[in-house]
């Protein structure tokens, strides 16, 4: 005699993915020290530049994180298929090379670099090399995101949406802490990267992260495997946010 499977009415689903979601606030991937040294104190120019590249190398790879999620999806899931289009509309600057939100990074440390430094940098000339967890992030996440399941990206999806709103927010108050080598009005222009994250845009992707996976969740086993998704990825996060912070706090102060 075969079992059958339960399917979650759809407030149900909605209920438990939301749930999941806002547990993020709970994980090491948002409490850990390298956020509070960010936050606390402006670090020197080599400590930034580690910064910078690394979470340069973490970030680049989301339009295809998003991709990898897409292809999995059936041609049914017309909900979750497209609201990922849609953000991946906005990672590509709406079409605009010039706001490709990568591009819109560069130029944020370009910046940030020349101006601690006293001289013109070019973040495509700085040192490229990354932290062991920095490419574990990469390469491991892309496994969750492109995972034969789709219910396992879609939660590595809704990891992500939900840290970068919170990861931003707290990035950005650390890049206050900078304000003084810029003119008032300079600084904020050059950080249009954070302000097109921390406001209605990336709100509106920490909503569709939910809806789309409550659409593709209708048994406790889709729950489960988005689950291991988002607790997999936010894993990843939180080892990439404390080597970095233990590697910034080693490099020697001048």
């Known amino acids: 005699m075969t079992a059958t499977r339960m ?16 547990s993020v606030y709970r994980h090491a991937a948002l409490n850990n020290a390298f956020y509070d040294l960010w936050q606390s104190t402006e670090l020197p120019a080599d400590q930034v530049e580690t910064v910078a590249r690394n979470f340069y190398a973490q970030v680049s790879p989301t339009v295809n994180r998003l991709a990898l999620v897409f292809l999995r999806m059936s041609p049914d899931d017309l909900v979750a298929r ?13 079409g605009d090379p010039k706001k490709v939100h990568t591009v819109l990074l560069k130029s944020f440390f370009s910046a940030l670099l020349s101006r601690i430094r006293g001289r013109q940098v070019d973040f495509d000339d700085i040192d490229p090399t990354v932290l062991p967890a920095t490419q574990r ?28 709103y919170a990861q931003l927010v707290r990035l ?10 810029f003119a008032l009005e300079e600084f904020h222009e050059h950080c249009e990267f954070f302000y097109l994250h921390i406001g209605a845009t990336e709100k509106e992707h920490k909503l569709h992260a939910v809806s789309s996976s409550a659409a593709l969740c209708r048994t406790e086993e889709d729950l489960a495997a988005l689950e291991q998704g988002f607790t997999g990825y936010l894993d990843l996060l939180a080892g990439f946010w404390n080597e970095l912070a233990d590697a910034v706090s080693a490099e020697p102060r001048p």
């Open 137 to 164: 992030l990469v390469d491991e996440g892309a496994k969750l995101f492109g995972h034969e399941n789709v219910k396992v990206g879609c939660g590595a999806l809704l990891a992500q949406e939900w840290h970068a």
């Open 82 to 94: 497209a609201e990922t289009i849609e953000n991946l509309n906005d990672e590509m600057g709406g």
């Open 172 to 181: 950005y108050e650390g890049a206050r802490n900078y304000m003084h080598h």
């Open 7 to 22: 399917e979650l009415r759809t407030d149900v689903a909605e209920k438990r993915v939301l749930d999941l979601a806002e």
